[in-house]
């Protein structure tokens, strides 16, 4: 069987993939690039297409339907850049991934203590020679009340790194889980967001969880409340949320996601103009820590994904159940 890898990386990607192909018995054809009309054919025979997170329309579904193409598996947990309306109009079965819940979470934590130590400004400072403490002094995570919104698989590994640091923890989802009762409190989600001092995001991106964070919201925050996001961009209205970081209103946040960023990661323009107005501004404002959708990346999880991929497109071809199947 013959599996097409669009958006194949040969520096990080490639092992897994050799190791897995092997393991499995499966043909990996190889795609640098991003799936368009013109490469679309490169999958011609093959059964299914690994991808990441690159828009998948309609008319790409179309071609790979017409090359024979059965399955879609994204590399990745989420699937909002699929068009899943396409998918199921031209039977196309999509699936997306799991990987290691410790990858994210870990990160989430990590930028969390960055932020509440300003240690983007102490390393700008430091890269020009600038010891001064002035306006450097920062928090400590123990006195902090820290909401976590989801606690889905992520969301609660990162609960449970949390409990280590003796802050309080609170807690939203709409399906409680026992487990996470014996460290963090279940609240509403206006509670959450008025009693917290740090929030930090672990939901997928669906029309429930769109702009979480906007006006409204950050109205019923804490003042110099700190955001964290390693979830999904679209969770925060950025323009809101740029609005209240100039007044005061949000203390400081750290964010390895942002709205509109589909097309953008993973590529180099420090030459370019990136196009995104929003992110321009995020990036020079002292008290925002900005990271390029990295929170996911480790050797473990890279392994995860590619495995994660090829077992899905192997079981849907099998007529196996697919635990990773979404359409």
């Not at 928090?139 to 992520?154: K, S, W």
């Not at 609960?159 to 963090?184: H, M, Q």
Request: proline share 2%.
């Amino acid at each position: 069987m013959k599996i097409a890898v669009y958006n194949y990386r040969e520096f990080d990607e490639g092992k897994y993939f050799q190791k897995f192909s092997e393991k499995y018995n499966v043909e990996i054809v190889k795609c640098y690039e991003t799936p368009n009309i013109e490469n679309a054919v490169l999958a011609s025979e093959c059964y299914g297409v690994s991808v990441i997170t690159s828009a998948i329309s309609e008319d790409i579904i179309k071609c790979w339907h017409q090359l024979g193409v059965k399955h879609i598996s994204t590399r990745t947990i989420g699937y909002d850049h699929i068009d899943l309306q396409a998918a199921k109009k031209y039977d196309m079965e999509v699936s997306n991934v799991t990987y290691s819940t410790a990858s994210v979470a870990n990160y989430t934590v990590m930028t969390m203590l960055m932020a509440l130590r300003k240690m983007k400004m102490i390393m700008k400072r430091a890269d020009g020679w600038d010891y001064s403490l002035k306006d450097s002094i920062g928090l400590e995570l123990e006195n902090m009340t820290v909401g976590v919104v989801g606690t889905g698989a992520i969301g609660q590994k990162v609960i449970k790194n949390l409990s280590g640091f003796d802050c309080k923890i609170l807690a939203y989802d709409p399906f409680i889980k026992d487990e996470i009762k014996k460290y963090a409190q279940y609240v509403s989600l206006d509670e959450i967001f008025e009693k917290s001092d740090i929030l930090t995001f672990h939901v997928p991106a669906t029309s429930d969880t769109y702009h979480i964070v906007r006006k409204e919201t950050i109205d019923k925050m804490k003042d110099n409340v700190v955001i964290i996001n390693t979830a999904r961009g679209s969770v925060i209205n950025t323009n809101d949320l740029i609005e209240a970081l100039e007044k005061g209103k949000i203390g400081s946040c750290a964010l390895d996601v942002i709205e509109n960023e589909l097309g953008l990661y993973y590529d180099d323009y420090k030459y370019e103009n990136i196009g995104n107005h929003e992110l321009s501004i995020l990036r020079d404002m002292p008290n925002v820590l900005l990271t390029p959708h990295m929170a996911f990346y480790t050797e473990q999880a890279v392994s995860d994904m590619v495995e994660h991929s090829i077992i899905s497109i192997v079981a849907s071809k099998e007529g196996k159940e697919n635990k990773f199947r979404v359409c």
